[in-house]
């Protein structure tokens, strides 16, 4: 299913339209294993087979939403647009993308799990001076940052190897901004991502996967007025590993603002890539709390439809909360408040064997004072 790039074309009144862009990535269907690996950290216990994976909220950095919900009748829209796509952009650069995206590849290093759920993984390009006031309609290309660069980069500094498995682009925006340096109007890009991230330093033949899918919902928000959508996804791959075969799914579901959207798009998932003989681990921000607090009833619809929760197996009695920290990721005293970032599975293949929330901070005493305002989760399953 297409992206689509949102561009602003000048006047007092917007008029956006669908650009080219690539909207399904897919990369690896082979025997992911170097000639000479690094010694796996294995949980294989008494003979034991076992699976390990993590999913992780990457966090954009900034407030999107504001220029979401600008009006386009307005007179001073325009303006209004410059004013607020200006302030994204520079806030989401004050984030420190790379320095977060390390703090993602500690997590992930002191882990070492087989397989990664990564959920908006960012790419911000540039285009300067930009041409979408005088009519132009040539994509930015210019990388400012890219989260998943940044992140794999991180990674290999520490020793851990992984390679990209398959990729979903999802929301693909492009609006003018001013440039606070040069006082010009340059074009910014934002790229939204869902990421499968594959450990490649097993044994020869200890982990594969195939059949790399991807795609986005067709049920998404669109902004009236600019016919903007707001596209979301999934990504899969097939695993063989230690002698097992299953499904492995990463999605991230609409927000808890729309919950029978959420649903809608969970039931795309249950009738596609879910739906197979194989068994299956869905990973992601699913944006549905299982605590039950954020209005939403897509957790539960999972759960009937045949998914398990490790959590509710081995930790029952934890909240496990995993969002939010503040969006300026600076305060130590806001407090989580929802479990809305899941490993669900399906299938007699999988026996839950441990689950955590990960949430370790940058040490740092200047914001940001963590890589995300999501917490990461990690599973461990013995394989039957």
Known sequence: MGTKTGRFFGGTRPVWHAARSAALLVLLPIVLAFPKPVAAEREDCGGKRSFTTFTQNAYVGADIGRVMVLDPTDPNYFMNLLQAVTTTYYEMLASQPQVRMAGIADRIAAGRPDIVALQEVYELRRQSPGDLVLGGQVPATEVVVDFLQSLLDALAARGAHYAVAAVTNETDVEMPMFNLQTGGIDDARLTDREVILVRT???PGHLRVSNPRSGNFANHIVIPGVGLSVLRGWCSVDVFIRGERFRYINAHLEEETQPGLQWLQALELLDGPAKTRLP???????????????????????LA?????PWNVLRADDPGLTWGHDPGLA???????????????????FVPKRVSVVDKGLRRTEPPLWPSDHAGVAAGFLLR
């Open 201 to 203: 330093d097993l044994p």
């Open 280 to 302: 299956v681990i869905l990973a992601g921000d699913l944006n549905t709390d299982a605590n039950h607090t954020n209005r939403t009833w897509t957790y539960d619809g999972l």
């Open 305 to 309: 439809a045949g998914f398990a929760d």
């Open 331 to 349: 305060d130590p005293g806001w407090a989580f408040v929802w479990r809305i970032d899941l490993v669900l599975f399906k299938g007699h293949g």
